[in-house]
């Protein structure tokens, strides 16, 4: 089987190359599980975004929607009273 050095030569190179590429695709394997649970883990975490926004911001942003409303209402109830102090003072 071994006849002269070459042959001992193209023996190891062969060998070296199938643990190469065994190694290699060893390293593939864990880099796709490694990708894998990083996109899961950025799933989760754009659920829990989506769930903060949802539970807090739009309720926040409502509430200052609503804030605004209330200040033109108030505006609003202020001139109407005042309207009506100054017909009241005006009869008397």
Sequence with gaps: ???????????SLAIGFALLAIFT???IIFLILILRDTSKMTAKARDT??????????????????GGKIEYIAELIQNKVEKEYKKRKKKK
Excluded: H
């Design 1 to 11: 089987m071994i006849n002269s050095s070459l042959d001992l030569l193209y023996l």
């Design 25 to 27: 695709s060893v390293a």
């Design 49 to 66: 975004v989506e769930t903060v926004s949802n539970y807090i911001l739009v309720p926040a942003k409502a509430i200052s929607n609503l």
